[in-house]
């Protein structure tokens, strides 16, 4: 018993140690047969291992950003598909002056009648896309990918720009098997390091004797196995500014031999005057030729600040469509674009601000990082990828962005709706406007029906949207046929079966929206024996409580503070009395962060109800996230409680 405990034990290292050989190109058929992963079963993915090692070196008298990149994944399902694509973004500003990937190699495994097949990556397959003046993103998607591939690939990255060090990630949406990440530097730097997240994992510091330039290197390690994967919730505006990561900032260079003394060490008001000191930003502020014509139009048609602010809007986004690509600078000048009438967001944002600015009002750039850029924990140029307008009044800040087709005064689209904005003022000075405190979300639904005896319910559903809620629904419908909006509406509200729809101000972006429909349900409540039951809000009601985990570690973020009212009348059927109805109820949460009230009464032979859901802040904190459950919790229990009627 002992010889075959002995050969077991033996069997089971020797299987780990094949399955753990993370040298390119030996890859197991364990790794290949595993189907979950042994400590997640809902893994769509997971990286068997990724390394990372980003070192300084110097090259012909220049320093250089050194970084090597290896990853071996593995696929479970089809869902997990996405993982095998890689984006790599580039920065730089011409061709001698910009990051560069390189030495990629890459190849799927499968497993195929009991042997493994590799299929390489054709280069014709790397894509290089412009998605700004300043930035390319390179990306390749593996080929031949099935239920149970193993991919691989590495590469470097050769970057000029050896203070801007992208994040040491260690934790993803996927779990992670094994994670190593080494960074050097040359003893010439100090530098500042954060870490952020809520994983918590291991730093070792260290030096070594660096032969090549007789110095001892900075050493940090990153060595970590079964990282979980960090959970996506509801209301969470970038799920991987919550991810475990490691943030390194050069603070300063000193290297005599190559006469280099530099401080780098910088403020959010640097970075903005540098950012305005660039001629395809600040610079571009400065010409106005090509607009003369039609800013004496725009004088002579609006002559009020709101209507200048409004009028000024509406034109550039009528000149200049965006064309998708964010940006900071200007991609080939103002002029240009109002030329050809597309540009980025740039390209659309500082003519606006210019067009603001010479109707006469105080119209300023507002530096932004937008919710899918993250929110940027120290001053860095990367840290803004995104601009938007401003206009100081005596009411206070007007924020516009004119790439929307449906946005408004003070509402911006979502994408631009993250931490706060920088306003970099004419005369180099800046300020900060938050942009989580905007104008409320706003929905109104008034809901009037009546029962039969035989169960049907006959009605009108009136619901106006405003701000928010009105670019969103805008959004959503505005080039949609009414049929598929009715089709729609119908599937999601309980296959309802509206007899009559009506939309006012869909293109009206200046007034709210309002929807109005007739509807029939058949069967829409459930009757035993001699008594009727209602569920009062139909489908109006919140069926389903959005905050299910026990415990939640990072803030919910709703975009803006919103307002859901409801006010329903129902016309109770003849030979039926009242027996029950619900309590009325009212919520208040700490620090009026949020309420919900709802209210009942009889009157006659009809039920009023009135419900209302508000929350006044756009971004709740982690620590108020049970009292935002249990308040959901009860807002789905009362909307969703039941009138009882009786047959008389």
Do not use: C
């Not at 307008?389 to 003070?410: M, R, W």
């Not at 959901?632 to 009882?644: L, T």
């Amino acid at each position: 018993m002992k010889k075959i405990g002995v050969i077991l034990l033996l069997l089971m290292f020797s299987q780990t140690s094949f399955a753990q050989d993370y040298k390119f190109g030996k890859v197991s058929k364990q790794e290949l047969e595993e189907q979950f992963y042994p400590l997640d079963s809902s893994a769509n993915a997971a990286y068997l291992y990724k390394k990372r090692r980003t070192y300084t070196t110097i090259t012909n008298g220049q320093i250089r950003l050194i970084t090597d990149v290896y990853v071996r994944l593995k696929i479970y399902n089809k869902e997990g598909f996405d993982w095998a694509t890689e984006s790599q973004n580039l920065y730089g500003t011409s061709n001698s002056n910009s990051e560069k990937l390189s030495n990629l190699k890459a190849v799927t495994y499968n497993l195929e009648n009991g042997k493994i097949v590799e299929t390489k990556l054709d280069k014709d397959n790397v894509f290089t896309e412009q998605a700004s003046k300043y930035k390319k993103v390179k990306k390749f998607t593996m080929p031949n990918l099935k239920k149970g591939s193993v991919v691989e690939w590495k590469y470097k990255i050769y970057s000029p720009f050896f203070t801007m060090i992208d994040d040491v990630v260690v934790q993803y949406k996927i779990p992670v098997k094994k994670y190593d990440a080494q960074i050097s530097f040359l003893s010439y730097f100090s530098f500042n390091k954060r870490q952020k997240g809520y994983y918590p994992f291991k730093i070792i510091e260290s030096s070594k004797r660096n032969i090549d330039f007789h110095t001892q290197d900075k050493v940090i390690k990153i060595s970590e196995k079964n990282v979980p994967a960090i959970i996506q919730e509801p209301y969470v505006n970038n799920i991987n500014n919550y991810s475990a990561a490691l943030q390194l900032e050069v603070a300063s260079l000193t290297a005599p031999t190559l006469g280099l003394f530099e401080n780098y060490a910088t403020s959010w008001d640097e970075i903005a005057k540098d950012i305005f000191k660039n001629t395809s930003f600040g610079g571009e502020l400065k010409k106005t030729g090509h607009l003369k014509d039609d800013i004496i139009l725009l004088k002579s048609k609006f002559t009020t600040p709101n209507a200048k602010i409004f009028g000024a809007l509406e034109y550039v986004k009528k000149k200049i469509k965006w064309n998708g690509i964010y940006g900071l600078y200007s991609y080939n000048g103002l002029r240009k674009a109002y030329k050809e009438g597309v540009g980025n967001i740039a390209d659309i944002n500082l003519t606006l601000v210019v067009v603001l600015k010479e109707l006469g009002l105080n119209a300023s750039p507002v530096l932004v990082s937008t919710r899918n850029h993250g929110i940027p924990l120290y001053p860095t140029k990367r840290g803004f990828n995104y601009v938007i307008a401003n206009v100081k009044t005596a009411e206070g800040n007007i924020l516009l962005d004119a790439s929307e087709k449906y946005s408004l005064p003070n509402v911006l689209p979502l994408r631009a709706i993250n931490w706060k904005g920088t306003i970099v003022k004419k005369d180099g000075t800046v300020g900060f406007v938050n942009l989580a405190s905007l104008t409320t979300s706003f929905e109104e639904t008034n809901l009037n029906y009546k029962i039969t005896n035989d169960g049907l319910i006959e009605g009108m559903n009136r619901t106006k949207y405003k701000n928010y809620a009105s670019l969103k629904y805008r959004k959503k419908y505005g080039s949609t046929k009414e049929d598929d909006i009715i089709s729609e509406i119908e599937e999601k509200n309980d296959d309802i079966e509206i007899v009559n729809f009506r939309i006012s101000n869909l293109k009206d972006i200046f007034k709210p929206l309002v929807e109005i429909y007739k509807f029939e349900k058949e069967e829409g409540v459930e009757i035993i024996g001699d008594k009727m039951y209602i569920n009062p809000l139909l489908f109006i009601a919140t069926s389903e409580n959005p905050f299910k985990i026990a415990s939640r570690e990072y803030p919910v973020d709703f975009g803006t503070p919103w307002e859901e009212k409801v006010n329903v009348l129902i016309q109770i059927p003849e030979g039926y009395t009242i027996e029950s109805l619900p309590e009325n109820l009212g919520i208040e949460m700490t620090e009026n962060l949020g309420l919900f009230i709802y209210m009942i009464k009889k009157q006659g032979n009809q039920v009023q109800i009135t419900s209302l859901i508000k929350i006044n802040n756009s971004i709740i904190s982690a620590n108020y996230y049970q009292e935002l459950k249990k308040m959901f919790k009860q807002i789905v229990s009362k909307q969703n409680e039941k009138i009882i009627l009786t047959k008389i």
